[in-house]
């Protein structure tokens, strides 16, 4: 998984951009985390939705590559149930169901004191080609 670890932290560069770190992964999961930073903030001083959502998405990416073939984000949804302000963001896709065409993620979304921020639901289709050499 090495491969796939080293791929993603160097070819997403808008999770790049976002300050946004891929710690772990494996077939079919991974663990992200994203320092809270004054730009990852709102208006009212907590963190802006669209990056909450960038960190699920980016642990969604990597989990649905996993097994080689290019899967694609047909559709995903995210429900907010805790503001936050300051610290580390951590969030862990799991592989809930797969075919050889589709396949379906859960993203949980925690802060550093393992308080649930977020819940990520995810589809992805799979494509024939693979976008991850030696994988």
Same mark, same amino acid.
């Given at each position: 998984m090495e491969i796939l670890k080293k791929f /993603?932290?160097? @070819?997403?560069k808008f999770a790049c951009h976002c300050g946004i770190e891929l710690l772990e992964a494996g077939i079919g999961w991974a663990k992200t985390s994203m $320092? +809270? @930073?004054? !730009?990852?903030? =709102? &208006? *009212?001083k907590t963190v802006q939705g669209g990056a909450i959502f960038t960190l699920a998405d /980016? *642990? /969604?990416a990597v989990a649905s590559n996993s097994h080689g073939p290019l899967a694609v984000? +047909? =559709?995903n949804s995210i429900s907010f149930v805790k503001a936050a302000t300051r610290g580390t963001l951590f969030a862990e896709a799991r592989e809930q169901a797969r075919n050889h065409k589709l396949a379906s993620y859960s993203v949980h979304i925690t802060d550093d004191t393992g308080e649930t921020v977020a819940l990520f639901?995810?589809?992805? !289709?799979? $494509? $024939? @080609?693979? +976008? +991850?050499? &030696?994988?």
């Open positions: /993603f932290s160097t @070819e997403d $320092k +809270i @930073e004054p !730009y990852h903030l =709102n &208006g *009212a /980016f *642990a /969604f984000g +047909i =559709n639901q995810g589809m992805v !289709y799979r $494509k $024939k @080609e693979t +976008i +991850i050499p &030696g994988l």
